[in-house]
Structures are given as C-alpha cells and as structure tokens.
C-alpha cells in the first residue's frame, strides 16, 4: 500500500469533522489514515477515498491500543506529513465532583494519548525538516464551563500542548498549531464540518513565515 503520496493521519474521528478532514486531505492527493471511533469506521470506509486510504476502528484514549493502530499506519502507509489530532474526553460534573479516577483517566486521554501520537511521528518530521501537528481545539479551553470541568481541563490542556509543540518545533520546519472552535459544529453554519476541515488545511498550507500557532472559527 505504501506509494509517493504524502498522508495524513487523522486521530479521532467520526462522522463529522474527522470525516470532513480526511476527505478534504484525500481530495488534495494525500493518503489518509484514519482512527475512528469502532461504531463509525466502517462506515467512514465507504465514504472516505483517496489514491489510498486505511481506516482503523480503535479507541485513541487507549493508548495501547492506539501504540498498535499507530505502528499497522506505519507498516501499511508510513509515517504521515500531517497529523490532525481530533480527539478529547471529558467526564460530566464539576471540578468538586468528578472522582479522581476519572479526572486521571480524562487526562491521559487528553494530553499523554495525543502526546504519543506526536513522538511516534516528530522522527520522520524531524528527518524531512517539515510537517504538521493540528490539534482541534474547542471552546471550553478559552472558557471553561463549571458543570463540564474535566473536558474544559482537557481542551484547556490540548491547546497549551499545541502551543508548547509550536514552540519547541517551529525552528525545525514543524508547523504545530491548534484551531479553536467556539461553538458548536453543524452542518450548513460558519462551524460546519467543511468549514473546520478547511480551516485544518488552510493552516498545513500555510508558508514557515506565515504560519499560526492558533486559529479561533466562530459562529
């Protein structure tokens, strides 16, 4: 399966963004892997196509079992040119009420999941002097909601690794950024699914001296 065609590995996604943003980089010549959700991959099967495409049905806050989807992209396709990382979990409650257990498992799940998925593909970016890590974003990490404290804990803790990776990458021709977006996503409105995976690729095209390190879509 491996061809000349760049990828783009999209982490986390479902019918609407992570399907948008995988077909929209496929339209554009990459290949695309895709960790999706188990109960959505095949049907994103039927809908994603591009000169060569692998969708995964894996849950990526299991990060043993994203290590094992991580190293099938690698075999099958390669390391990626872009990675989009479009995953965040959250458990109900304020800060006072959610069980430590679950602010733990909240945290590994936002930061520590995403975090391997950045080493595993920084070597291959570090070797080409290029690539990019697209972390989408929400907000609740510009504004966080008492009742809903771990997913604004988790968007909060995403952003900042987005731009702590931009930070620490730009110099060695690695665009990280994070798109923020405040509201929520619906077909038909300035956060539809196709404006936020335009929005992803606008920033991967972006020359090194025009880069963003953040871009905030409103409704």
């Known amino acids: ?5 760049p990828i783009a590995l999209i982490a986390g996604a ?7 943003t995988a077909s929209r980089f496929a339209a554009e010549g ?5 960790l999706a959700r188990p109960d959505t991959a095949e049907a994103l099967q039927e809908e994603i196509h591009g000169p060569s495409s692998l969708i995964l049905g894996v849950d990526v806050a299991d990060r043993r079992a994203l290590g094992e989807a991580l190293a ?10 872009v990675l989009v990382w479009n995953a965040s979990h959250g458990h109900p ?7 430590d257990v679950a602010l733990l498992g ?3 799940a936002n930061l ?4 391997d998925a950045v080493r595993w593909a920084l070597p291959a970016m570090r070797s080409a002097a290029r690539g990019s890590i697209l972390i989408t974003g929400g907000g609740l990490g510009l504004d966080p909601k008492p009742p809903m404290a771990s997913s604004s804990l988790g968007k909060a803790l995403q952003r900042h690794l987005a731009l702590l990776l931009d930070g620490e990458l730009r110099e060695a021709g690695i665009h990280a950024a994070t798109l923020t977006v405040c509201g929520f996503v ?3 409105t300035p956060l539809s699914p196709d404006a936020v995976a335009g929005a992803l690729w606008d920033l991967h095209a972006q020359e090194m001296g025009s880069w963003e390190r953040e871009r905030l879509l409103r409704g």
Do not use: H, N, Y
């Not at 399966?1 to 065609?5: E, G, P, Q, R």
């Not at 479902?14 to 948008?20: D, L, V």
């Not at 409650?93 to 959610?98: L, M, Y």
């Open 1 to 5: 399966m491996l061809c000349d065609s």
């Open 14 to 20: 479902g019918p609407g963004i992570g399907r948008a």
């Open 30 to 34: 990459f290949q695309v892997a895709v």
């Open 72 to 81: 099938r992209v690698e075999a099958e396709l390669g390391f990626p040119e």
């Open 93 to 99: 409650g304020c800060i006072t009420q959610v069980e």
């Open 106 to 108: 909240d945290l590994e």
């Open 112 to 115: 520590l999941a995403p975090l």
């Open 186 to 188: 619906q077909p038909g």
